[in-house]
């Protein structure tokens, strides 16, 4: 099963990243949220294109990722990257990094359990996760509930289109799995409500955040919720 996954993932994350323009909305905000003067780790950094643009602020940015491929062109970008399993143990010492980075990964992850701990793991006490994942409930989906067809995203099998989606969030659902692994969600956000085929908001977005396509969190690990930590 997981020489099937590293299969998977060397096929669809192993070359370049092709950005939509409607991507540099959510990567804006990663951005803005991680800050300057921080350790980052970007988990399943792919080919180092956000975590690159991390470096500019005085960052010491680190990558993992699964694909050997997208390894070698994360360190072609200027990123400190090694291969590793995500799922398993992160190769990284208690309490090392400000910043944690996970951006569109979760909704990959077959055990979200051990991910978080990992997570909380190699976070110090107050640094944070930066996290963003499709929003099950995004204005898109919504509408297309109700004309019978599957939510955006929704996946259900591992199709020449498929990205490899296995588990799918809203903003409560999200919200309590972050707190049951001792990370306190700060700052929620969105970046785009989509409505119509090549047209998005950005302001609608800011304003009703869990109709955007995506959803966006700060989450906080704080001393007395790392203690309660699901194991």
């Known amino acids: 099963m ?18 939509l323009p409607e991507d540099q909305h959510r990567i804006k905000k990663i951005i803005e949220i ?5 350790r ?5 950094c792919y080919d180092g294109s956000i975590s690159k643009l991390l470096l500019p602020n005085k960052n010491e940015v680190y990558g993992v990722d699964i694909s050997e491929k997208a390894v070698e062109l994360a360190k072609l970008n200027g990123i400190q990257a090694f291969t590793c399993d995500i799922e398993d143990k992160l190769p990284f010492l208690d309490n090392f ?3 944690v980075v996970a951006g569109e990964i979760i909704e990959h992850i077959f055990d979200v359990d051990n991910f978080l701990n ?9 640094g944070y996760l930066v996290l963003t994942t499709p929003n099950l409930a995004c204005f898109n989906s919504r509408w297309r509930l109700l004309l019978g067809k599957n939510p955006y995203n929704i996946e259900t099998s591992l199709g020449s289109n498929s990205a490899g989606h296995i588990r799918y969030f809203v903003k ?4 309590e799995l972050l707190k049951a692994h001792g990370l306190t969600i700060d700052v929620f956000a969105s970046d785009i409500v989509q409505y119509g085929a090549n047209r998005y908001s950005v302001i609608l977005a800011r304003l009703f955040p869990t109709f955007g396509m995506t959803l966006i969190v700060k989450a906080i690990k704080n001393v007395e919720e790392a203690k309660g930590a699901i194991q």
């Open 97 to 99: 990094f400000d910043v």
């Open 2 to 19: 997981k020489l099937k996954k590293l299969d998977f993932n060397e096929e669809r994350y192993a070359k370049p990243w092709h950005q």
């Open 40 to 44: 980052v780790l970007d988990v399943g």
């Open 172 to 175: 409560n659902s999200l919200s």
């Open 34 to 38: 991680v800050g300057q003067n921080k």
């Open 118 to 126: 990992e997570i909380n793991r190699i976070l110090k006490i107050g």
